[in-house]
T-cell receptor, first 117, second 112 residues
Framework: GAVVSQHPSWVICKSGTSVKIECRSL??????MFWYRQFPKQSLMLMAT?????????EQGVEKDKFLINHASLTLSTLTVTSAHPEDSSFYIC?????????????FGSGTQLSVL | QKEVEQNSGPLSVPEGAIASLNCTYS??????FFWYRQYSGKSPELIMF????GDKEDGRFTAQLNKASQYVSLLIRDSQPSDSATYLC????????????FGKGTKLTVNP
């Protein structure tokens, strides 16, 4: 299957700082990437859709000024959690699609465990 | 509101048995259906996908789809302890969007 690389795997930061997470498609070009958040024992919740060369589309309830997404190339999308607070502590996962069919066949990065102190 | 429901489990089966995981979805127009396996602390891994009614087999895994009943299942034959994980059901929206809605997952434990 396709390979999606995500870094860092885990990060611990102080409240109020910003954290950047990178997501790269290693062996394919991804015009669209997705960012998910997962709290313990909960399902993946889609935060935003990252489109290469255009603004990200955020899901309802997700603050676009807090979760900055940049998709500058066909292989790289970044998520920056700005002014992180303890309630932002979660497992963040990116994913990308190699294209259909079937549409929606996603490959996930390894995830980033964020802990905000 | 598009919803995907799964029994959270845990589901325990003995080694060598068949594990049956079930999922229902609310959007009748959904077109694509996926099963992901997620080990604790890891990201999901695609196991199976199906988009036509009926069964689809891949090795020890069989996905079953019944669009009339809005039901999709995953059967794991000859279950192994290494199959112990949380299995996530995901459903694609009508219209071919790549956005997926995930269920909360079913935790499976295969006992040696």
């Amino acid at each position: 299957g396709a390979v999606v690389s995500q870094h860092p795997s885990w990060v611990i930061c102080k409240s109020g700082t910003s954290v950047k997470i990178e997501c790269r498609s290693l062996d394919f070009q991804a015009t669209t990437m997705f960012w998910y958040r997962q709290f313990p024992k909960q399902s993946l919740m889609l935060m935003a859709t990252s489109n290469e060369g255009s603004k990200a589309t955020y899901e309802q309830g997700v603050e676009k000024d807090k979760f900055l997404i940049n998709h500058a190339s066909l292989t790289l999308s970044t998520l920056t959690v700005t002014s992180a607070h303890p309630e932002d502590s979660s497992f963040y996962i990116c994913s990308a699609s190699t294209g259909g069919p079937p549409t929606g066949k996603l490959f996930f990065g390894s995830g980033t465990q964020l802990s905000v102190l | 509101q598009k919803e995907v429901e799964q029994n959270s489990g845990p589901l325990s089966v003995p080694e060598g048995a068949i594990a049956s995981l079930n999922c229902t979805y609310s959007d009748r127009g959904s077109q694509s259906f996926f099963w992901y396996r997620q080990y604790s602390g890891k990201s999901p891994e695609l196991i199976m996908f199906i988009y036509s009614n009926g069964d689809k087999e891949d090795g020890r895994f069989t996905a079953q789809l019944n669009k009339a009943s809005q039901y999709v299942s995953l059967l794991i034959r000859d279950s192994q302890p290494s199959d112990s994980a949380t299995y996530l059901c995901a459903v694609g929206f009508q219209g071919g969007s790549e956005k997926l809605v995930f269920g909360k997952g079913t935790k499976l434990t295969v006992n040696p």
